[in-house]
T-cell receptor, first 117, second 110 residues
């Protein structure tokens, strides 16, 4: 199946710093990618929809100035957590679907474990 | 998208079939049923999806009732590596987003 790769798999950063997470679709083009956040023992919560060449669409309650999303190409979306705080510590996961095919499966990255100290 | 209801947890003996139920009584005619699973500390993995016909692939079978108000995911011969949280998601045709519920935590027991 198609592959979505996230980098890094885990990161530890100091409070107040920024962290960038990359999500790449390795063998297909993805006009739309999705970013999720998952706290321990909870389900995945959609944070935002990343659209290639345009602004991301954020879910209610997600601060767009804190979670910066850039989708500059059909194979790469990045999520930057700015001025990170301990409460931002979480498991961040991206996903992508084949371009213009909604009734197909979504492919997920392996996730990034962010720990803010 | 229609909501789904799944049991919070299930056990299954290794080598036996695991049957995971999902209720989606408010499903609309153009909504698909998707199943994903998430092994601990990994991203979700697609398993199977269907509209109204039963589906089978190398991983599992999906049985959808005739009225489409419920479905069952069947893992024919569960192994320890099938221990995971299984999510049943109903999604409207043409929608890209997936909304995850709490899923069913399947524990495969030796």
């Amino acid at each position: 199946g198609a592959v979505v790769s996230q980098h890094p798999s885990w990161v530890i950063c100091k409070s107040g710093t920024s962290v960038k997470i990359e999500c790449r679709s390795l063998d297909f083009q993805a006009t739309t990618m999705f970013w999720y956040r998952q706290f321990p023992k909870q389900s995945l919560m959609l944070m935002a929809t990343s659209n290639e060449g345009s602004k991301a669409t954020y879910e209610q309650g997600v601060e767009k100035d804190k979670f910066l999303i850039n989708h500059a190409s059909l194979t790469l979306s990045t999520l930057t957590v700015t001025s990170a705080h301990p409460e931002d510590s979480s498991f961040y996961i991206c996903s992508a679907r084949f371009q213009r095919q909604a009734n197909t499966e979504a492919f997920f990255g392996q996730g990034t474990r962010l720990t803010v100290v | 998208d229609a909501k789904t209801t799944q049991p919070p947890s299930m056990d299954c003996a290794e080598g036996r079939a695991a049957n995971l139920p999902c209720n989606h009584s408010t499903i609309s005619g153009n909504e698909y049923v998707y199943w994903y699973r998430q092994i601990h500390s990994q991203g979700p993995q697609y398993i199977i999806h269907g509209l109204k016909n039963n589906e089978t692939n190398e991983m599992a079978s999906l049985i959808i009732t005739e009225d489409r108000k419920s479905s069952t995911l069947i893992l024919p011969h569960a192994t320890l590596r099938d221990t995971a949280v299984y999510y049943c998601i109903v999604q409207r045709a043409g929608s890209y987003q997936l909304t995850f519920g709490k899923g069913t935590k399947l524990s495969v027991i030796p």
